[in-house]
């Protein structure tokens, strides 16, 4: 009986538990409401590049340099001729003089008209004439070019490593830590949809700035700007071959006349030629220079892109961390709401 009895008790006792009403899962919350107003970034304006300004080399031939040629030319004793020929003396002998003149076979002077160098022992006596302060006068000015306000020079330059980085065109979701539920996944899926919409339109405007950067920047070419530049160093060649042409038929004619003797007709043939080397010269270096500044125009024309570029990548950035700083905020807030009803354990 008492068996019997502890049986009933039993059953009676398993009968209670499986009568109990089961527990229900929490329901899971519509986290898409808090994300309806969600908006693509507002569209962006671009920047516009700064203005590369520059200044094109320069030769300013020397007002004693013009009168001495002007004088030669005219085949007469002029008073910028008797000038000269002092000045010459000062600097060297007729006999040193004649040597030079001497010197400009026409196979040298074929080789200065194209732009060439001067034989070396030649190149020394032209050297030497120009470093004398008796002729320091008749010396072209060569005044380097210049971009943005800086000259250009024919010295190397040491290249630039602070090159600016291109910010990334998206940005990694933010991770949301913890033990996943049904319900943090339904809030993360809400927060990851918004989100999209952001990254979307932030991949959009991305692309439209490293687009325009790189379609501005294949059209940056210094080719037209060399050949100005080539087509100039062309043009002074073939003056200074013309104004050395006349000077030595000037000169000849004076010696035929009898106007100068022949040591001043030797020092101002040298002179005659001297003067178209240190011209040749003068405006080869002004012609590199202005290559060289064509260049750095380019260069200057990049950077003043990759200038807005990198600015307008940060507008774009600063905006999308803006936006998406609350949207991550509902969604923690969401989870530790997913958490305190126990459906995170």
Request: aromatic content about 4%; some cysteine.
């Amino acid at each position: 009986m008492k068996a019997l009895s502890l049986g009933l008790a039993m059953c009676l006792v398993v009968g209670l538990y499986n009568c109990k009403p089961k527990e229900t899962e929490p329901e899971v919350p519509n986290f898409g409401k808090e994300f309806e107003n969600v908006k693509p970034l507002p569209a962006i304006t671009q920047s516009t590049p700064a203005a590369v300004t520059t200044t094109p080399a320069k030769v300013e031939v020397s007002a004693a340099a013009t009168a001495a040629a002007t004088g030669l030319a005219s085949g007469t004793v002029t008073a910028a001729v008797t000038s000269t020929a002092t000045d010459m003396a000062k600097a060297v002998s007729p006999e040193k003089a004649t040597s030079i003149a001497a010197a400009f076979t026409p196979a040298v002077l074929t080789t200065l008209s194209s732009g060439g160098a001067l034989p070396a022992s030649l190149q020394a006596d032209i050297n030497a004439l120009k470093s004398n302060a008796a002729l320091a006068a008749y010396l072209p000015k060569v005044t380097a070019p210049t971009v943005n306000g800086a000259p250009v020079s024919l010295l190397i330059e040491k290249g630039d490593n602070n090159n600016a980085e291109s910010l990334p065109l998206s940005y990694p979701s933010f991770v949301t830590t913890g033990v996943s539920s049904e319900c943090t996944d339904a809030s993360d899926a809400a927060y990851a949809a918004a989100k999209k919409i952001l990254d979307d339109s932030k991949i959009a405007q991305d692309k439209l700035v490293n687009d325009t950067y790189n379609t501005a920047a294949a059209a940056v070419s210094s080719t037209s700007c060399k050949s100005t530049v080539t087509a100039g160093l062309t043009a002074n060649l073939a003056a200074a071959k013309t104004v050395l042409d006349a000077g030595i038929a000037g000169v000849s004619k004076m010696i035929t006349d009898k106007t100068v003797t022949e040591a001043n007709g030797a020092l101002l043939k040298a002179f005659a030629y001297s003067n178209y080397a240190i011209s040749v010269e003068a405006f080869k270096t002004s012609a590199d220079q202005g290559t060289k500044a064509c260049d750095a125009e380019g260069t200057a024309k990049i950077a003043a892109l990759k200038a807005v570029q990198t600015k307008d990548l940060g507008t774009i950035k600063t905006a999308y961390d803006a936006a998406v700083a609350p949207l991550k905020a509902i969604n923690e807030a969401n989870i530790k709401k997913c958490h305190d009803q126990g459906q995170g354990n």
